[in-house]
């Protein structure tokens, strides 16, 4: 199974601080169709996960821009360019280019 | 508005089994792939199972460690898809969420199995 590591495990930040999570994968997600199948999640306390970005680097509908998702093959990464309150959660990358499917150990993000 | 509304979870035994239902609505749900995801205690997700559309001759896919025992079914005529588990053991415990295959775009709320004696 393709292995997800997602760093840091703990991101501690203040409103407005820009911040990164990076996502690197065992194998490349490069798909034989030519897509990246790797995704973006947000957990927020006691709720379903929310997708961000779908195929690395498209917004999901209703996400705000200054969520951005870039990377190639086998590294990722998601900014998050001026952190608002409302971001505080878990993050998650997850990959379906290989089956079975499979996410990263999740990213918290909490207020410096 | 889309939505996914799963129910039927519960505490059971080991060995026992249980029908998890994810009721749909919103969109058009004949042509939909859907998934199952679970997230365990530790808060790590793992996906479940897949099935795919009738023109896709309703194929179905599994984790291994569900393989055997779960099995994932669709009522198009009711918009639902459902995931019968048998034979649970206590590391199947979790929160089960359904979602739908269009880039993983909708989840449902979620329902807790807890697995224990």
Known sequence: ?112 | EVQLVETGGSLVQPGKSLKLTCATSGFTFSNAWMHWVRQSPEKQLEWVAQIKAKSNNYATYYAESVKGRFTISRDDSKSSVYLQMNSLKEEDTAIYYCTRNNYFDYWGQGVMVTVSS
């Not at chain 1, 996502?23 to 929310?50: A, E, H, I, M, V």
Request: hydrophobic residues 30%.
């Open chain 1, 1 to 112: 199974d393709v292995v997800l590591t997602q760093t840091p495990s703990i991101l501690s930040a203040t409103i407005g601080q820009s911040v990164s999570i990076s996502c690197r994968s065992s194998q490349s997600l490069l798909d034989s169709d030519g897509n990246t199948y790797l995704y973006w999640f947000l957990q927020r306390p006691g709720q379903s996960p929310q997708r961000l970005i779908y195929l690395v680097s498209n917004l999901g509908s209703g996400v705000p821009n200054r969520f951005s998702g870039s990377g190639s093959g086998t590294d990722f990464t998601l900014k998050i360019s001026g952190v608002e309150a409302e971001d505080l959660g878990v993050y998650y990358c997850m990959q379906a280019t290989h089956a079975p499917w499979t996410f990263g150990g999740g990213t918290k993000l909490e207020l410096k």
